[in-house]
């Protein structure tokens, strides 16, 4: 009867928002509050808060696994990562904690604690939205997903303080096993195969290994799965594998919104300390922006990152459970109305930069980070943007024709691939509108659009026309609306991925079988 319930109201609550333009977590969370609120009438069963605390729990790890998959350690030491996760930790609990004292009178040790917890951002949040957005790759993206790692790490570091809570002494030998243990992992997943045993493959290293292994000698499960996610990422099936759990994880995720709303009913206290900690959310994200500007990063570039990193974190309510039972409830409504705050926020990131870019780009430094310069193509013909495994195909098959090609893409870790193979690509964001008024394309006869995001391929295909580009934009598209959105942008020709696979497919085939009829021709003559 539980699941039957918690699907029911997840999945319909989460259709309502998106209908209004919310991302499904949203209902999600308002699922949380209404099954709690209704629970008694409807005869959920004593141990329904334990089930889905475990499957949250194991959604939590599944996601900071996936996210460990997708990053680098040389990401974390970058001054705009550290310093600004640092600065930002250290300024906003000094900020929270005096307001907590003057406002509620509470003791200093309490509100620091508290606003040691407050000053972190979501990391389940923030991850689930880059994932959706397909921007976890981009340079705000891991900007944004940097931070949140050292402060997860500060969040964490904090709990085993203030609960008195003390690694074994077998915990050192397990940190100092662990570049042992890579290439165990790495042969690991080379004979894994492609089935459900990597499915399997994935849990074992998130839930078992990092997980119970790292919990067993004192240490945090939630950075034991983000470590086995680090340690596979430099392997050439992590993408694969993270594609593989990506279905559980959104399973279990569903798990971790629920929860939330289903810590309790608020009061009339904890619903005035919410809306006063939500009111607080501007100082939060503009701390972020003004940060990221002071360690060169572009307007653009610290405004996306800023809004991604807005939302209150899940931790506060990991550190209330453990330590601060009464704080539970507070926090628990200020990290649901956070993310409700976030999320339309985060979706119109893009569009609110554009209104005001003009105005935040005079606060600029006038020396920008080393990895947003002005991108030059020299004398390249071709144009492909994106350089995923869709543009680097169409990069390798090009090359048989033109001699000049330019790759772009927003993964500085791709882009170095790239560069290490001979490939001439860049680094660069498309939907930044300043990479556009830098760009120098004279020579440029053809584009090819190959990114994911079919918001980023309309965006790209609007700012080429508007550069007076005439030559051909081509690109592919997963669905219909899409190739009508895609036309609207002013692309000339779109092939549909899954008709183009089928069509290849079928041409081999024809080859294959006229080959294979001549040859028993010859044969019987």
């Not at 605390?53 to 550290?82: I, T, W, Y």
Request: with cysteine; glycine share 10%; hydrophobic share 55%.
């Amino acid at each position: 009867m539980f699941e039957v319930i918690c699907i029911s109201f997840a999945f319909f609550l989460g259709l309502a928002v998106r209908q209004i333009g919310l991302p499904p977590l949203v209902g999600f969370l308002v699922a949380g509050f209404a099954i709690n609120a209704a629970g008694p009438s409807l005869g959920l069963p004593d141990y329904a808060s334990p089930v889905l605390e475990h499957l949250s729990h194991l959604g939590v790890l599944l996601l900071l696994f996936g996210v460990g998959l997708k990053l680098r350690l040389g990401q974390l030491a970058q001054p705009q990562v550290l310093g600004g996760a640092l600065i930002h930790s250290g300024v906003s609990t000094l900020v929270y904690s005096a307001g907590l004292v003057l406002a509620l009178g509470l003791d200093w040790p309490t509100a620091l604690l508290l606003g040691v917890v407050l000053s972190f951002s979501s990391t389940v949040f923030s991850a689930k939205v880059l994932e959706a957005k397909r921007d976890i790759g981009a340079f705000y993206g891991r900007t944004a997903i940097g931070i949140l790692i050292v402060q997860d790490i500060i969040a964490l570091a904090a709990l085993a303080i203030f609960s008195g809570q003390t690694p074994s002494p077998w915990a050192l030998a397990l940190l100092a096993a662990l570049p042992l243990l890579r290439p165990v992992l790495h042969w690991l997943l080379d004979i894994t195969g492609h089935d459900e045993l990597l499915v399997l493959a994935g849990l074992l290293l998130a839930l078992v290994i990092g997980g119970a292994g790292f919990d067993g000698v004192g240490l945090s499960s939630e950075i034991g799965a983000l470590v086995m996610g680090l340690i596979l990422s430099t392997h050439r099936r992590a993408r694969e594998l993270s594609n593989a759990i990506w279905g559980l994880k959104e399973v279990f995720l569903v798990g971790f919104f629920l929860q939330i709303g289903m810590s309790g009913l608020p009061g009339l206290q904890d619903i005035t300390i919410a809306l006063a900690l939500v009111l607080l959310l501007p100082f939060k994200a503009l701390l972020y922006f003004g940060l990221l500007l002071f360690f060169r990063l572009r307007a653009r570039t610290a405004f996306l990152a800023a809004a991604n990193l807005t939302a209150y974190s899940e931790f506060s309510l990991i550190v209330a459970a453990g330590i601060l039972p009464d704080w539970l409830l507070p926090l628990a409504l200020a990290v649901s109305l956070s993310f409700v705050v976030a999320a339309p926020l985060d979706r119109l990131a893009q569009r609110l930069f554009e209104r005001i870019e003009f105005r935040l780009e005079r606060l600029e430094s006038a020396r920008v980070h080393r990895d947003e310069l002005p991108t030059d193509l020299g004398t390249a013909r071709v144009l492909i943007l994106g350089m995923g495994r869709t543009g680097t195909a169409a990069y390798d098959q090009l090359t048989t024709v033109f001699d000049r090609i330019a790759g772009i893409d927003a993964d500085t870790y791709r882009v170095a691939g790239h560069t290490a193979a001979g490939r001439n690509v860049l680094f660069a964001d498309v939907e930044d509108a300043g990479f556009w008024r830098g760009l120098r394309m004279a020579h440029v006869d053809g584009v090819i659009l190959a990114m994911d995001n079919v918001e980023a391929k309309e965006s790209a295909a609007k700012a080429l026309r508007s550069r007076s580009f005439s030559g051909p934009i081509v690109s592919h598209a997963l669905y219909e609306d899409h190739i009508l959105r895609l036309k609207a942008a002013g692309a000339t020709h779109i092939y549909q991925t899954m008709n183009q696979a089928g069509i290849g497919l079928a041409d081999q085939a024809a080859r294959a079988i006229a080959q294979g009829q001549g040859l028993a021709r010859m044969i019987e003559v």
